[in-house]
């Protein structure tokens, strides 16, 4: 039996010859950045530098005020390096690209015109139908950050966030032992004669592997837990030391949570909610004043005590141990985490340009497509298809169909 969606890839995949009889014209984009409206979202998609080398490269940046502000960017940064700076958010909206950190809400969209190109956060389990549904009316071609990919075939967004929260995760730990927040008292690490910190990390991905790292380096006692023994393995060869490392078995793991000084909880599901692995009668267990940091909170949490925290109150207390809840830690570092979002998204945006717009950027990266899940208001997103009961169609046949 023929595989039709095969043929069409393949045909995607084909560089040269009849199938490319269209010219490829260096285009020039007009990129529109709105200022962030979502609580405690202090991210901006570009650096100034970075609106400089595509101002260079013949695109027009078009910037609302104070949009970079929570980064430490001031409009005058910009503006210096040749954007646009303006104070009605319409007018962001009338550039021919939208990039932006998080989700578009339903406000947002009433903004867009009809076949704009959106580059953003959107993960399916956090969309809204109605936004999707007024995404499509509008027949927009949206790409969600989560899933964009780089020439190996990683993540690229996700890892680089992930590598931020993790490093990050540890340094807050570090803070909250202190006896500035009515911590133990202790330093994350050790000395000479004076025994380590207990750290206990679950989860071995990203976010747990820099975790551990920065925790190593400072000098604490890690020990890592994850369901599969090849994460574990990765973790231990990319960390370059020895470590403890673990399968979750629950008396192992509750024994050690029970007498760490800090537990992270860094599992991540890649569908729906995260695995709740640590009970209410564990954390009550935990030693007076130990630090829980649960990463995974914004997928409903590692720990049965997680509540949902944020940046201007980012903890409380429950049976005396300190609770850390925030679900945007990056943007505890925002400026950090700009410069790494910018390193990824500015090439694209130079290609995209090179390329001679989106549609011929789409037929030539493998990586764009996969972040796609809106292609002129067709759902292309399986995930989306099937949480929301809508129809799905196949991305590779739309775009030889318009060809």
Known sequence: ?????????????????????????????????PKENTFQENRIALTPLSVGLLVENGHEIIIETGAGDASNFQD??????????????????????IIKISSPTLKEVELMKNRQVLFSSQQPSLMKIEVLKALMKKQITALSFEYLQDEGGHLSVVRAMSEIVGATSVLIAAEYLSNVFDGKGLMLGGVTGVPPTEMVIIGAGTVGEFAARTAIALGAQVKVFDSSVYRLRRLQSNVGSRVFTSVVQPIVLNKAVRTCDVVIGAVRAKNGRTPCLISEDTVSKMKPNSVLIDVSIDQGGVFETSEVTNHDKPTFRKYDVIHYCVPNIASRVARTATYALTNIFTPILIEIGEAGGMNNMIWANQGIRSAIYLYHGNLTNKDMSEKFQLPCKDLNLIVMANL
């Open 1 to 33: 039996m023929i595989n039709v969606s095969k043929l069409a890839q393949e045909g995607v995949l084909q560089p040269k010859e009849a199938l490319l009889s269209k010219d490829r014209k260096k285009g020039s984009l007009t990129i529109g950045i």
């Open 76 to 97: 005058h940064h910009y503006s210096e390096q040749g954007a646009r700076i303006v104070y009605d958010k319409k007018e962001v909206y009338k550039a021919d690209l």
